[in-house]
């Protein structure tokens, strides 16, 4: 009986491990996110900000309607593609720690607490999440389907803003979707102890994956240290970047990964076109590279205060980065 019981345990797990990876493989596409796109060496400009605070968070819905945020509350939006820029105060005594432009008139910002505003930021609401908790980033899929990073876990709304379920436990980085239903995410955590003195952190990082649109997320189980950056060209394929300056790729969905190799820089942020294309903030400026990050060479140097640690691709050729004293660029195809 004992035999007979393990026996029908072992074909369960077997045939449940084989739907769960039918599943994923059955909705993985090979198709591009961004088809056709020839990313050539290309020049950024430096836009006026309105402000020489240290910047925290952009976010553009288009090529020409964005926000960035400022210092204690304050945010600056744009319908020009950074051209001209108007300087709102919500009233919120915190730096956010996010922003989020769902359209040309719904913004989103957050640290303690959710603000929403659907007026172009004239007026601001607090959302139903409490106000104990810390946000650290907000994503949106579509006009309703949203996400939070939280202090508590990962959090998924379905109206716009109005209400959030819990998705996961895991507080969410570099959360962005593939297609329809397949979705990534990452994990993890680096000691305190061992930032900065050390140059080989002992952290630990893993990519998290969603089949259904992000209702529910599984771990991959990588074996690497803290991830800081994530780019999925595909539902199968992406690149991503650690705190010990390792670049990796992965072909099959985050369940295992090839080392592109140690770099010389650290990876702020990645954002890849296709298998060979691909652009990396580096903190001292932005570099492209041609061969699927083998090498890459610099398409922007910075060489003013502090440094470049975030940029936003609202489309594949057009990006816009921010840095330390209120520095804004945007890239000029």
């Known amino acids: 009986m004992k035999k007979l ?3 029908l345990f072992v074909v369960s797990l077997f045939t449940s491990c084989e739907k769960l990876q039918f599943g994923f493989n059955s909705k993985a596409d090979d198709k591009l996110i961004h088809p056709d796109i020839d990313l050539q060496v290309s020049n950024w400009i430096r836009l006026d900000s309105l402000t020489e605070s240290t910047l925290s968070d952009v976010s553009f819905c288009d090529e020409n309607n964005g926000m960035i945020s400022g210092f204690g509350g304050t945010v600056y939006t744009t319908k020009n593609g950074g051209e001209t820029w108007r300087t709102i ?5 915190m730096t956010f720690l996010s922003v989020y432009t769902l359209d040309e008139n719904t913004f989103f910002t957050a640290r303690k607490g959710l603000y929403k505003s659907t007026d172009s930021g004239t007026s601001w609401r607090l959302c139903k999440l409490s106000t104990d908790i810390s946000i650290f980033e907000i994503w949106f899929k579509d006009s309703k389907i949203g996400f939070i990073s939280s202090g508590t876990g990962t959090f998924r709304t379905t109206d716009a ?3 959030w379920s819990k998705v996961s436990d895991a507080i969410a980085k570099n959360l962005q979707f593939t297609s329809e239903d397949i979705g990534y995410f990452t994990y993890g955590s680096t000691p305190i102890s ?5 140059d080989i952190f002992a952290g630990h990082g893993d990519i998290y994956r969603t089949t259904n649109g992000g209702k529910t997320w599984k771990t991959m189980g990588l074996e690497v240290t803290e991830i800081q950056s994530l780019s999925f060209i595909s539902d199968k394929v992406g690149f991503f970047a650690t705190n010990d300056r390792s ?8 369940e295992s990964c090839t080392l592109i190799g140690k770099k010389e820089f650290y990876s702020y942020d990645l954002f890849f076109v296709n298998e060979n294309q691909g652009i990396v ?3 001292n400026g932005i570099s492209i590279t041609q061969d ?3 090498t890459f060479n610099p398409e922007y140097g910075y060489n003013g205060r502090g440094q470049i640690y975030d940029f936003e691709f609202p489309s594949p050729k057009i990006g816009y980065a921010i840095g330390n004293y209120g520095v804004v660029l945007k890239r000029i195809p």
């Open 5 to 7: 019981i393990f026996s």
């Open 89 to 93: 105060n919500t009233n919120a005594n």
């Open 161 to 163: 803003g109005e209400t």
């Open 194 to 198: 061992e930032f900065p003195t050390s």
């Open 247 to 254: 670049l990796y790729k992965t072909t099959d969905g985050g």
């Open 281 to 283: 903030c580096t903190g």
């Open 292 to 294: 699927g990050g083998s």
